[in-house]
């Protein structure tokens, strides 16, 4: 149930529900955690004014803040009930009225979804055969075939999603009969059908699209699910992280596992110029709770270290790895 700061007085508590312009904004900060800047978007308003108007709603407990770099998000603390008849309960669903009316509400999804553009936008551009912020295949760090090599016996299929420029191909090739090579980009899968073919690996296949897109997942179901997917520098460039590892595993065959590699919270605003990312790292615990709420067993997470060339942009930041596995067939 969504409430009020204890402290806060009841007459206060209706003086700042009764202004529509804050209902609104509760109604979309509990639509999903938008930032500052999302908010004066959908509310057509400036970002100031905004700011403005959610501090009230912050200091009463109905709105949480998160740092995220220089960004601050927003979100509602928890959602109530239809069942709900509290006095913010229904100011909410008031909320929720008036963002329908004004079409707000309709447009938080795609608002959320701009949050890659920058990012697609990044890799359709780069020129044809560069490759961009790939692990070169002699620097590929040892500890990560040492993550793999647990996860076997199971070797039908794997599944590297953001396969990019293919950098991890030439690790999965051996392991496993069939590699589903996947990417949004046709430049990038351009580049990596180019790396295929030079490195002669024949039972790679590139894969246009994302990991929830109907074709890819009928591809994966068709041959039993996957053994592994692999997500590696993905997901700082998803517009939701959580939702992405859930269906990275659904994906999994019983038995099949997931590997995360991504970085560990960091404060370089730069890497949003410089690779177009939306995340700046995610602590471990928060990835370990994605894989767990996705329905993983065996989770864990552990810092991953291996020197990369230093003209890598991300070569200065800390590395982490995280894996689950989806419980197998019961005896």
């Not at 004014?49 to 912050?58: A, D, F, G, I």
């Not at 899968?189 to 790679?204: D, E, S």
């Amino acid at each position: 149930m969504l409430t009020a700061d204890p402290l806060t007085p009841t007459a206060d508590l209706f003086r700042l529900l009764g202004d529509e312009d804050r209902l609104r904004l509760l109604a979309l900060c509990a639509a999903d955690e938008l930032t500052v800047g999302e908010l004066a978007e959908l509310t057509q308003d400036s970002q100031p004014q905004v700011s403005r108007k959610c501090q009230p709603l912050r200091a009463a407990g109905l709105l949480a803040a998160r740092k995220e770099g220089t960004r601050t998000l927003l979100s509602a603390a928890v959602d109530a009930g239809p069942e709900d008849a509290s006095v913010v309960a229904l100011a909410l669903r008031e909320g929720r009225r008036l963002c329908t009316l004004d079409g707000s509400l309709a447009r938080v999804p795609q608002v959320i979804a701009a949050r890659e553009e920058t990012s697609r936008r990044f890799f359709e551009a780069q020129p044809s055969g560069e490759a961009v912020v790939a692990l070169p295949d002699a620097d590929l760090p040892h500890a990560f075939a040492g993550v793999v090599a647990p996860l076997l016996p199971g070797r039908a299929l794997a599944v590297d999603v953001g396969a990019g420029e293919g950098a991890f191909l030439p690790l999965l090739s051996p392991l496993y009969d069939r590699v589903f090579a996947l990417d949004r980009s046709r430049a990038r899968l351009a580049r990596c059908a180019a790396r295929v073919a030079a490195l002669g690996l024949p039972n790679v296949r590139q894969l246009e699209g994302s990991v929830d897109d109907a074709a890819v997942i009928d591809e994966v179901e068709r041959r039993g699910g996957a053994d592994l997917v692999l997500v590696a520098r993905v997901l700082h460039h998803a517009a939701r992280p959580a939702e992405m590892v859930s269906a990275c595993a659904r994906l999994l065959r019983r038995g099949g596992s997931l590997i995360v590699l991504d970085y560990m919270p960091h404060e370089d605003e730069a890497m949003r110029a410089a690779q177009a990312d939306v995340w700046l790292g995610f602590p471990p615990e928060q990835v370990s709770g994605w894989l767990n709420a996705a329905g993983l067993e065996d989770v864990q997470t552990s810092p991953f270290s291996g020197p990369l060339p230093a003209s890598e942009p991300d070569a200065h930041l800390s590395w982490q790895i995280a894996s689950g596995r989806r419980a197998p067939v019961p005896r």
